[in-house]
T-cell receptor
Framework: DTGVSQNPRHKITKRGQNVTFRCDPI?????LYWYRQTLGQGPEFLTY????????KSRLLSDRFSAERPKGSFSTLEIQRTEQGDSAMYLC?????????????FGDGTRLSIL | DQQVKQNSPSLSVQEGRISILNCDYT??????FLWYKKYPAEGPTFLIS?????DKNEDGRFTVFLNKSAKHLSLHIVPSQPGDSAVYFC????????????FGQGTTLQVKP
């Protein structure tokens, strides 16, 4: 069990640039989630994949955000035309099974800073 | 609309004593509750969970209690150790069929030697 892996750990970019983050879930985990966490708050749900299908998106996920999970393995989260308010920690989590009542295991996140 | 609330931003206890972290929720659809621990620069680590059909779950030094009528849960850590110092998040799921977690704001626990 190598855990959930996220890359890069840190990303600093100028406003207006595009950024892409990658998440490698625990192998064989069919469920994958993206969350965003800002200072002093708990993580907030962004989107959910079951295998390769994106089944839920939060209203927090504006049209500048897109996520994919080709072949149901790793996932990418892209933010286009970044804004100051996008600065946050982006967390990926995965879990196994068909039941919602399984703990999600988190990666260490990608910290995005917009200059 | 904060569906999961942790009203105490911080808690300080002496090593060896009990730590009690509290969490309230408003959505009666929640049916599974979890506690996560987070160290700086790391992602949340799963600690313990409880299903809504139970009122207590215990794992070593950690016990979670659920009071459905009060929509309240608590995490007890006994005895507390300095290594337990971290941010603790309460989370709940069941409001959708995807298992997405709704988190509280977190409580920072400091265990003093």
């Amino acid at each position: 069990d190598t855990g959930v892996s996220q890359n890069p750990r840190h990303k600093i970019t100028k406003r207006g640039q595009n950024v892409t983050f990658r998440c490698d879930p625990i192998s064989e985990h069919n469920r994958l989630y993206w969350y965003r966490q800002t200072l002093g708050q708990g993580p907030e749900f962004l989107t959910y994949f079951q295998n390769e299908a994106q089944l839920e998106k939060s209203r927090l996920l504006s049209d500048r955000f897109s996520a994919e999970r080709p072949k149901g393995s790793f996932s990418t989260l892209e933010i286009q035309r970044t804004e100051q308010g996008d600065s946050a920690m982006y967390l990926c989590a995965s879990s196994l099974g068909s039941s919602n009542n399984q703990p999600q295991h988190f990666g260490d996140g990608t910290r995005l800073s917009i200059l | 609309d904060q569906q999961v609330k942790q009203n105490s931003p911080s808690l300080s206890v002496q090593e060896g004593r009990i730590s009690i972290l509290n969490c309230d929720y408003t959505n009666s659809m929640f049916d599974y509750f979890l506690w996560y621990k987070k160290y700086p620069a790391e992602g949340p680590t799963f600690l313990i969970s409880i299903s809504s059909i139970k009122d207590k779950n215990e794992d070593g030094r950690f016990t979670v209690f659920l009071n459905k009528s009060a929509k309240h849960l608590s995490l007890h850590i006994v005895p507390s150790q300095p290594g337990d110092s971290a941010v603790y998040f309460c989370a709940a799921t069941g409001s959708s069929n995807t298992g997405k977690l709704i988190f509280g704001q977190g409580t920072t626990l400091q265990v003093k030697p």
